[in-house]
């Protein structure tokens, strides 16, 4: 079996990681005990189900994302929402 080139130099620096080094790369989960991941907050996520959202481009006004983005987190949600309810009182022709 060959030997593997370590990751870092002598002084530290990570060198160019190659394909090589890509095929031993695992999920950060699946190396850490259970009780670091629980009180990490990482939970195993279950299979993967029909994604229910598309991701897209789309430019809005400047004022309106930075007041979206400024409720925090969730902020892509409540656009979703916005939009949804706007569509519930603007039916289709």
Do not use: C
Request: glycine share 6%.
């Amino acid at each position: 079996m060959k030997a593997r080139k370590p990751l870092t130099n002598e002084e530290g620096e990570v060198r160019e990681l190659t394909a090589e080094d890509f095929k031993y790369f695992r999920p950060m989960a699946e190396g850490l005990s259970p009780s670091l991941a629980a009180k990490l907050g990482i939970k195993p996520r279950g299979p993967q189900k029909m994604p229910t959202k598309e991701r897209t481009t789309i430019r809005l006004s400047r004022d309106v994302l930075d007041r979206f983005r400024a409720t925090g987190r969730g902020w892509q949600t409540r656009v979703d929402d916005a939009l949804r309810e706007w569509l519930e009182s603007h039916p289709a022709e």
